[in-house]
């Protein structure tokens, strides 16, 4: 199984739309975050979740599952680098193969050493922009798709089979 881990800040932070959300609202920037990658997720059926530290959200450790997706908030004294480090030793061994999405540098190396992989925040974008662009294929595919009968009759038939169905005379 594979997993990625999500520096949601440093996310945030990176992709142009989230950036400028964030000036004017955190929350929603996150909530955005959050709705993005779950459908990244469903896509393509890693484990994901996202960290955001308690810089942003003072308080105690809270989980979350949304989406499908977890979501935790660190710990008020705990940085997210020191969580998603901590959970990628933790989350690697031989079934598992763990991936963090940062472009914090310093991260990337620590995170390296533990055997997990990177995803810079600019790849997770462009990797989830063409999963976007391959969801609105299959919808527009699977609009054009007509409904067979299993019965063979033709169009005068069908059209008044379907009147009969909608009530009309």
């Known amino acids: 199984m594979n997993v990625l881990l999500v520096d949601g800040y440093n996310i945030i932070g990176a992709w142009p739309d989230l950036k400028k959300m964030k000036d004017t609202d955190l929350g929603q920037a996150r909530q955005l975050l959050v709705e993005m990658l779950a459908e990244y997720q469903s896509y393509t059926g890693v484990r994901l979740i996202i960290v955001f530290d308690a810089y942003h959200v003072r308080g105690l450790e ?5 989406f499908n997706v977890e ?4 710990k008020e004294n705990e940085t997210a680098d020191e969580r998603i480090e901590k959970l990628a030793g933790e989350l690697n061994d031989v079934r598992t193969q763990v991936y963090v999405a940062t472009s914090d540098y310093a991260e990337q190396r620590t995170i390296f050493a533990q055997g997990a992989f990177r995803k810079s925040a600019r790849e997770l974008y462009i990797e989830l922009t063409n999963i976007q662009q391959e969801i609105k294929k299959d919808v527009e595919s699977h609009k054009q798709l007509k409904y067979q009968s299993k019965i063979p009759m033709n169009k005068e038939i069908r059209d008044i089979f379907e009147k009969w169905r909608r ?3």
């Open 62 to 66: 809270n989980k979350q599952k949304n």
């Open 71 to 74: 979501v935790i908030y660190t």
């Open 167 to 169: 009530g009309d005379k």
